[in-house]
């Protein structure tokens, strides 16, 4: 007898909110990229891949899926994202599994399982989906898709503005020239502490005044209330302790050095010293690049410096830096502008049996050619298959009817003039124009 399948089996899971078959849609917050938009999506990760290929970065590819002790130790406990947002569930082993809610710890921990970082400093780029339980929003989804930059085994601070120099600089070939980089520097994790524990007396004597997040987060997590967004919060915040006056002279100074190395560059940059990031291994450079069109959700990419991280996850020792990109935040960004058409380069319209039959194996060959092909299988009269072609966008149509069939002399109409003339079957690799 066949087994029912597992969600079959288990009676005891609710079916609550699982509408009939007949209605199956996405889930909440995700989200399906459709024709239309997909030739978007391609263009941008192709210039992501050219720009990632110009600064010698290499791909990497990590699982989906990844134990749940990872992000509890390379994001933190008491941040946001491990705390309240991941997908994480048991598998059929009785393993927590979490579906990567960021990119840096799964890199981080190939790295090292690897032993990627032996062979040297490592310049790495990743990108796919990641997965938040969050309330869906304008520019924040469930499933969501990042680009994120990860150099591992680099400690100087030219490598924050080389790092921060990718990512702005991809961004400005994307033709966004709106956008405001906003840096700060954590220290290192001696100034965070000094600095966490002074915060954390000022703010108990006036914890009244926070709003209820925040109080919470006077408990595990006190840096990111610098991050409130409640107004209150932010008021009382303007008159707390500045991380900048807790920086020891060695961080000062390295703050200085990121500094100059960006005006060197000519990125204009502005000190925000109240930008923290939301994770906890982030020290010293921390940045966000922000837009004003893009409402709350502002930040189109968000990284710095994690020296801790590779160490936290069972690594030696390495300092660090990268970022990650929001990619449905760029897209709205990009909107309408650098659309790229997905138009055919050329339509093969036949007519009659003979005809007809030979479509097929000459879009195949025009297709090794390199040509991008579509063949009308409509059975229409040739006006209309022509008519068609033309709205397409196509270059050229390929015609062959009975009388082009018998002699192997096809036609080949220029869209864009109307002019024709023959090429032969037998001849078309050589035959064929080029442009
Ligand atoms: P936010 O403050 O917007 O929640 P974050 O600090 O959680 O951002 P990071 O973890 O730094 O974000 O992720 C880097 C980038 O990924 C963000 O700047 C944003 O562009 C994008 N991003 C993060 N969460 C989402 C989401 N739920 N939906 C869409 N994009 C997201
Ligand atoms: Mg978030």
Redesign the pocket.
Known sequence: MARRPFWAERQDVPRRGIPALEQLQTLRGMVDLLPEATAHWQWLEAMAREHFRRACVHEIRTPLLEATDLFARGIGEAT??VGKEMYSFLDRGERSCTLRP?GTASVVRAAIQHGLLSQGPQKLWYGGP?F?Y?RPQG????Q?H?IGLECLGFADSRSDVEAIAIAWDLLQALGLTNLQLELNSLGSQDDRRAYRDGLVAWLQERQDQLDADSQQRLATNPLRILDSKHPQTQELLSLAPNLEDALSPASRERYEQVKAGLSALGIPFLCNPRLV???DYYGHTAF?ITSDALGA?A?????GRYDGLVEQLGGAPTACVGW???L??LMLLLGQENKPTSSPDVVVVSQGDRAEALAVPVARQLRQLGQAVEIDLSGSGFGKQLKRAGKSGARWAVLIGEEEATSGQLQLKDLSSSESRSIALGQLAEEWPRL
């Open positions: 946001d994202v960021e990641m938040r969050e520019g924040r989804q469930r969501f990042q990031r939301g994770l966000e959700q930040t189109v990419c968000g990284g990650a990109m929001g449905e935040r």
